[in-house]
Nanobody
Framework: QVQLVESGGGLVQPGGSLRLSCAAS????????MGWYRQAPGRQREWVAT?????????ADSVKGRFTISASRDGARKTMSLQMNSLNSDDTAVYYC??????????WGQGTQVTISS
């Protein structure tokens, strides 16, 4: 199993930037891809971005050109980041880290709150 811990959320003004991180531990060698999802109040959880083990990245249309996903591995620890620029109120949500694995269900982090407000 893989354990995921997000960090980096907070309050930022419209037009600002924020960087989220997700630290993966446990059976990281079974991870095939990692991604970010978000859930705004009263809305369903939606996909934001994914990065595969070969570095291929994909983005939801709503964040394309503003967000950048990246990942790296150092020994038994894997880290994924999401650089978010030009933030607006529609980006306000709880952001969740997700890891797809060869065996077993996807793993989820506990979420980190991102609030865009002046």
């Amino acid at each position: 199993q893989v354990q995921l811990v997000e960090s980096g959320g907070g309050l930022v003004q419209p037009g600002g930037s924020l960087r989220l991180s997700c630290a993966a531990s446990g059976n990281i060698f079974g991870i095939t891809a990692m991604g970010w999802y978000r859930q705004a109040p009263g809305r369903q959880r939606e996909w934001v971005a994914t990065i595969t083990n070969d570095g291929s990245a994909n983005y939801a249309d709503s964040v394309k050109g503003r967000f950048t996903i990246s990942a790296s591995r150092d020994g038994a620890r894997k880290t994924m980041s999401l650089q978010m620029n030009s933030l607006n109120s529609d980006d306000t949500a709880v952001y969740y880290c997700n890891a797809a694995q060869i065996h077993g269900p996807n793993s989820w982090g506990q979420g980190t709150q991102v609030t865009i407000s002046s």
